[in-house]
């Protein structure tokens, strides 16, 4: 899991980049005599805020390379460091006033992203052919519960992962 952890962080450099270009890209001054779709289309552009557009695109590219090393409930608590990250930028680049409540809830934060990222995290569970053509894993809870039959499981997915899942006795509920 080390390696996942810079991944998690170029994520959250790049949400909060993202956040700060939005809020330079998103400031202009007060005009009454200019309407809101003009003042949008002034927005647009601006090439700060192209490059918070092009921040989020690549930590949608990383945040991919990330879930494919950990789980989800594992890295998107990590991910609320960006909070604490756009709340200090916010302060230090943009002269935003931040309360001593504010500050308390962002230690708060990052003690609990050191909770959980002093976890052991669960195993991330390999995605088998059937279950990708079922839209279940084969070990799921739902697929392998008592409550589903294997008759009534042919509904959830296509026949021939159906049969797939009856010749390997994954549908049959524990025993």
Known sequence: ?????????ICILLVTTGQVCFRMGARHENNEETGALSSFLEVLRRPVLWLGVAAFITHFCV??????KVNLGVAYPLMSLDYVMVTLCS???LGETVNRKRWVGVFLIVVG???????D??????ITT???SSGLPVDSPVVNSTWLSPASSDFLCSPGAA???RLNGS?????
């Not at 899991?1 to 962080?9: C, D, K, R, S």
């Not at 995290?121 to 390999?126: E, F, I, L, N």
């Open 1 to 9: 899991m080390i390696e996942v952890f810079p991944l998690i962080g």
């Open 63 to 68: 945040w991919m390379l990330v879930l494919n």
């Open 91 to 93: 302060a230090v680049f």
């Open 113 to 119: 992203v050191a909770l959980i990222g002093s976890a």
């Open 121 to 126: 995290p669960p195993p991330v569970p390999a």
């Open 130 to 132: 059937s279950s990708v």
């Open 163 to 165: 049969a797939n899942l």
């Open 171 to 175: 549908s049959s509920g524990p025993s």
